[in-house]
Nanobody, 118 residues
């Protein structure tokens, strides 16, 4: 029922910046969580950041602290991931996720490729 549409991926130079967006629709609750995950070839999927929709509290994976920022626009029902100081190891498919539980996610976006290379 919940649909997540991602955009913003692409090719960027090391040290550059990129902003991903994920627009949510079809949900009935206003008390939920959204998160960004990523999966690189040969690696496990990992949570990059999470945000509590109502209050805006955030959690970050250690490797992206200080470089990435998750935010949301309540008027647009959209969550963003601003990525700065990008490194080649940030290359991955990035997915947004939606959930009403504490640490589980029930819906996922289609994924968007982020490639960091010279």
């Amino acid at each position: 029922q919940v649909q997540l549409v991602e955009s913003g991926g692409g090719l960027v130079q090391p040290g550059g910046s990129l902003r991903l967006s994920c627009a949510a629709s079809g949900h009935t609750s206003t008390n939920y969580f959204m998160a960004w995950f990523r999966q690189a070839p040969g690696k496990e999927r990992e949570q990059v950041a999470r945000i509590t929709w109502r209050g805006g509290a955030t959690v970050y994976e250690d490797s992206v602290k200080g470089r990435f920022a998750i935010s949301r626009d309540k008027t647009k029902n959209t969550v963003y991931l601003e990525m700065n100081s990008l490194k080649p190891e940030d290359t991955a498919v990035y997915y947004c996720a939606y959930g009403t539980g504490s640490y589980t996610y029930d819906y996922w976006g289609q994924g968007t490729q982020v490639t960091v290379s010279s």
